[in-house]
């Protein structure tokens, strides 16, 4: 007898087109406890999981599937909110779920697979929260095994590969299998609720069309900053570093948001193909930028918070002579009409004061100023784009300050929107629900194609080779905002990070 439960008699009416089979490799990992079997929960709570959507959680672990249930029960006790926990959602949530163990890299046990499908009519999604390096024999015993038809869909994590050689090798194992329409690639920001809004904000308002270029703009910035170091992730980290963890797919997939030209529609290859078009515009980096242009740090002891916190080369399993980074800042540009002359300071790092994603895009001056000379530099319009810690967009404009002594002293002051309290009953969903939502409705606009994260690799891979011989990276203490030198970087053109933090 089977040792799987039978979907549900019942079918939707099929006004829901989201029915799949999800299996989930890596179940019992840090990012589905985390993040993927709450993002589901979520969907479950609101009414978007279909019926029959069925979802077998993978792992080594000898587990059955009482005890996973319990395990994954946990996990959403710890990971959704108390009062988002509802219990019947809670119920219908673990019934869904079967476990498998499986050593995913031998090809016995992938029949079992088959043998859950049930030759079910509904699409089969396999996500893989893995190491990169196994995507291809996953797929490949998959595919031998039988478990796979023409409509299966596979979603996979960044990062793909080292460098620009290892991810060609890894989308090749992949693509053997799938074909480039059926393969989701994730970079999770794609899924915040801002960076969406920023398809909106340029496209939907012709005030932000017709200023959108380097007539009007100075320059932009992003930072993206986190309070946490490695959390027991070293192993990982050490080998790639923030370059590789958080510049080659999120800092470049909001660069490529803010810079791309505007679509044909909102088809997935149409924003895809825009957004390759930056990529490939992308100034590589040469020697003479690199010591002025570039700063690595990695961080050393430092306070958090109040909180003494340990440097890099002391967290868990360290190797102290590591001269891996964990923040970069860099000067960079888009060489084409639009953006000519525009520089874009991207700045990332771990262990610094705040968690918090910004994009600033500084407007130029008007061309005659008429007003206090000692209130020059405050004379220009800035778009902030927050994407965490609130997400929200404020417009920095200036106005008369009031009061009769004032003149016409100028005052600067938000037009603002705060996503949660200007619509206070929408809770904000996490990133991945929205994901998953979009791989069960079979819609790629949220994800990476192959050429994208191929030409990113392919501008990471000019620094990389740059950096091979490079001495240890800059210090800077956690709770900083990096080191010294990044503020260097960008004062001497005469600016400043945004600090209204
Ligand atoms: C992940 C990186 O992709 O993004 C992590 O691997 C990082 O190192 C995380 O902490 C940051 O995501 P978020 O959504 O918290 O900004």
Redesign the pocket.
């Known amino acids: 007898m089977s040792q799987f439960k039978r979907p549900g008699e019942a079918r939707s009416s099929g006004d829901i087109d989201t029915e799949i089979d999800l299996a989930l490799f890596g179940a019992l990992g840090d990012l589905a406890q985390r993040k993927l079997f709450p993002a589901l929960f979520h969907l479950e709570r609101e009414g978007l999981l279909a019926p029959d959507t069925r979802l077998l959680g993978l792992a080594r672990q000898e587990l059955d599937v009482d005890a996973f249930r319990s395990r994954i029960e946990k996990a959403l006790k710890t990971y959704v909110k108390a009062e988002e926990l509802d219990r019947e959602a809670l119920a219908r949530f673990l019934a869904r779920l079967d476990f498998l163990p499986l050593d995913f890299t031998k090809p016995e046990g992938y029949a079992a697979i088959r043998e859950w499908r049930q030759e079910a009519a509904r699409p089969m999604v396999v996500y893989l929260s893995v190491a990169a390096k196994i995507y291809g024999d996953i797929c490949r015993h998959l595919e031998a095994s039988g478990s796979l038809d023409d409509e299966s869909r596979v979603v996979v994590e ?1 990062p793909i590969g080292y460098d620009l050689a290892s991810s060609a090798e890894i989308n090749d194992a992949i693509g053997a299998v799938f074909p480039e329409s059926r393969i989701y690639r994730i970079d ?1 920001y794609l899924g915040k609720e801002t960076v969406q809004n920023l398809i909106a904000l340029r496209f939907a308002n012709p005030l932000f069309g017709t200023q959108w270029n380097q007539n009007h703009i100075s320059h932009v910035e992003i930072t ?1 900053a ?1 309070k ?1 170091g490695i959390e027991g992730r070293w192993g990982y980290f050490d080998d790639a570093g923030q370059l590789r ?2 510049v080659q797919n ?1 800092l470049l997939q909001l660069v490529c948001l803010i810079a791309m030209d505007p679509p044909a529609n909102l088809d997935a290859d149409a924003i895809r193909d825009e957004k390759v078009k930056v990529l490939k515009a992308l100034k590589p980096f040469t020697d003479d930028m690199l010591g002025r242009d570039v700063v690595r740090g990695q961080y050393i002891a430092g306070t958090i918070d109040g909180r003494s916190v340990p440097g890099y080369l002391e967290e868990e399993g360290a190797n102290r002579a590591s001269h891996t980074e964990t923040f970069v800042a860099m000067k960079t540009g888009v060489a084409n009409w639009r953006w000519a002359g525009v520089p874009f300071y991207l700045r990332t790092g771990k262990r610094m004061p705040e968690k918090l ?1 910004q994009i600033v895009i500084h407007f130029r001056q008007q061309p005659h100023y008429i007003f206090d000379p000692d209130q020059r530099e405050l004379a220009a319009n800035k778009l902030v784009i927050r994407l ?1 810690p609130e997400e929200g967009i404020a417009l920095e404009v200036l106005t008369k300050d009031s009061g009769l002594d004032k003149g016409m002293r100028l005052r600067r002051g938000p037009l603002h929107l705060d996503f949660s309290s200007a619509f206070p009953k929408t809770r904000i969903p996490d ?1 991945y629900e929205r994901l998953l939502l979009e791989v069960m409705k079979g819609q790629q606009y949220l994800f990476v194609r192959r050429d994208e994260v191929e030409h990113a690799w392919r501008w990471c891979d000019s620094l990389i080779a740059a950096w091979e011989d490079d001495e240890v990276p800059r210090r800077y203490p956690a709770g900083s905002w990096g080191p010294v030198a990044s503020i260097a970087m960008i004062t001497q053109d005469g600016r400043s990070w945004y600090e209204d933090y």
């Open positions: 960044k999770h993206v986190e946490v963890d958080m999120h994603s965490q990133a």
